[in-house]
């Protein structure tokens, strides 16, 4: 039998970004066709969108109005077409008024440590469904049960948090991305060689991924 290619994917991204969904939905759509040829690895990295946000949130409202200058008649808009472009990789954006914009340290703290197991990538999924779909928050509680979920030992993830003890490696990876003039998400990195910024068609990332055909 011949051995697959194997193609590892570095995503760069928050888990409260909606184009980071968008492009992961669009990413999964183009790997369909490549899983009998590629040995996929996928593995990602931290960007907090807003590391200075307090534990208690912001309305996403007020928050995008403030750093973007984004109307009501905008936000409208942008839910809109954010939901219907999620619709289209089977992903469910479910806004509400009172949404708020969350600090992520936590989740990406887990991240990291669910990255020497086999279900970092589902906890990423997880993650995205929580807060976007079903209207989710990131209190403690609420991540220990989503880890428990996806099939991560609980009391690992509870002593993670507990002690801040991926925090040092979140913050050198975020480091290490603002260093390489990264100052958005998502991107996607292919074998530490190809990179795409931002959601990207599925044509697009086909693209990428023919070019590692044999």
Not at 110 to 129: I, P, R, T, V
Not at 161 to 181: P, Y
């Amino acid at each position: 039998m011949m051995s697959k290619t194997q193609i590892n994917i570095d995503i760069v991204s928050d888990v409260v970004c909606p184009w980071c969904v968008i492009g992961y939905g669009r990413l999964k759509a183009a790997l369909a066709n490549f899983y009998t040829k590629f040995d996929i690895n996928i593995v990602w990295h931290p960007y907090e969108l807003n590391p200075n946000m307090p534990k208690e949130g912001e309305n996403l409202r007020q928050h995008l109005s403030k750093k973007y200058g984004t109307t009501l008649e905008g936000s409208i808009r942008a839910r809109a077409m954010l939901t219907e472009e999620g619709r289209k990789v089977g992903f469910k954006f479910n806004y509400f008024d009172e949404m708020k914009m969350l600090n992520t340290h936590q989740c990406h703290q887990l991240l990291h440590w669910a990255k020497e197991s086999d279900f970092q990538n589902q906890l990423a999924e997880a993650f995205f469904e929580h807060f976007f779909s079903n209207r989710g928050t990131f209190t403690e509680p609420e991540l220990i049960h989503i880890v428990g979920k996806v099939g991560l030992n609980t009391e690992q993830a509870q002593s993670v948090l507990a002690n801040n003890s991926c925090t040092e490696e979140v913050k050198l990876s975020e480091a290490h991305w603002h260093r390489n003039g990264i100052h958005g998400v998502p991107l996607f990195i292919f074998n530490s060689e190809k990179a795409l910024s931002g959601a990207q068609e599925v044509a697009t990332f086909e693209n990428v991924l023919n070019q590692y055909l044999k």
